[in-house]
T-cell receptor
Framework: DSGVTQTPKHLITATGQRVTLRCSPRSGDLSVYWYQQSLDQGLQFLIQYYNGEERAKGNILERFSAQQFPDLHSELNLSSLELGDSALYFC?????????????FGPGTRLTVT | GNSVTQMEGPVTLSEEAFLTINCTYTATGYPSLFWYVQYPGEGLQLLLKATKADDKGSNKGFEATYRKETTSFHLEKGSVQVSDSAVYFCALRGNYGGSQGNLIFGKGTKLSVKP
């Protein structure tokens, strides 16, 4: 158990809908990362937050957004869903936003868009 | 930009066989290098890491050496077990600029070990 929790574990929804994925980092970790794992693209970095502020953006679509709340949990919002958004979404946390500190991954949320 | 290339497999080995999974990278500067493992139905776990040239990361019998001259970080294990069956990801983290924190992953190599 990494200490990072993600809910829900599975999500099935229809095209055009909007969903919210939730992540709680390990106790004491200030930095949260979101990654998408799909068969086509592999594991891709989406976005990073540190202590409530956006720190870095990767290949995140404009239909996707995220935020980190004062209690440090984070939410990833996916809207106008398309079939191609079906993927496993991972959240990871670390103590620091930089350097060699390990990132601890949650179990992921599997999103299926039908 | 930064990128990671690893052999995609799948790789099927018999128990006690020698394992090598190749990984090469392209990066500016001196990235940190990682191997992560994903067991079926689970998230990623850090297997080992190396933060500078010639460093050797090791854990659970797995080893990888950071080779700057060949830009490689190949994963090896002398004798695999059935319990090593998983997907292995090579990753790097740049140590400069605005993207210092995120990991860049290879496509993953699925390893199946038969008894």
């Amino acid at each position: 158990d990494s200490g990072v929790t993600q809910t829900p574990k599975h999500l099935i929804t229809a095209t055009g809908q909007r969903v919210t994925l939730r992540c709680s980092p390990r106790s004491g970790d200030l930095s949260v990362y979101w990654y998408q794992q799909s068969l086509d693209q592999g594991l891709q970095f989406l976005i990073q937050y540190y202590n409530g502020e956006e720190r870095a953006k990767g290949n995140i679509l404009e239909r996707f957004s995220a935020q980190q709340f004062p209690d440090l949990h984070s939410e990833l919002n996916l809207s106008s869903l398309e079939l191609g958004d079906s993927a496993l979404y991972f959240c990871a946390s670390s103590v620091s936003p930089t350097g060699t500190y390990e990132q601890y991954f949650g179990p992921g949320t599997r999103l299926t868009v039908t | 930009g930064n990128s990671v290339t690893q052999m995609e497999g799948p790789v099927t080995l018999s128990e006690e066989a020698f394992l090598t999974i190749n990984c090469t990278y392209t990066a500016t500067g001196y990235p940190s290098l990682f191997w992560y493992v994903q067991y079926p139905g689970e998230g990623l776990q850090l297997l080992l890491k190396a933060t500078k040239a010639d460093d050797k990361g090791s854990n659970k019998g797995f080893e990888a050496t950071y080779r700057k001259e060949t830009t490689s970080f190949h994963l090896e294990k002398g004798s695999v077990q059935v319990s090593d069956s998983a997907v292995y990801f090579c990753a790097l983290r740049g140590n400069y600029g605005g993207s210092q924190g995120n990991l860049i992953f290879g496509k993953g190599t699925k390893l199946s070990v038969k008894p």
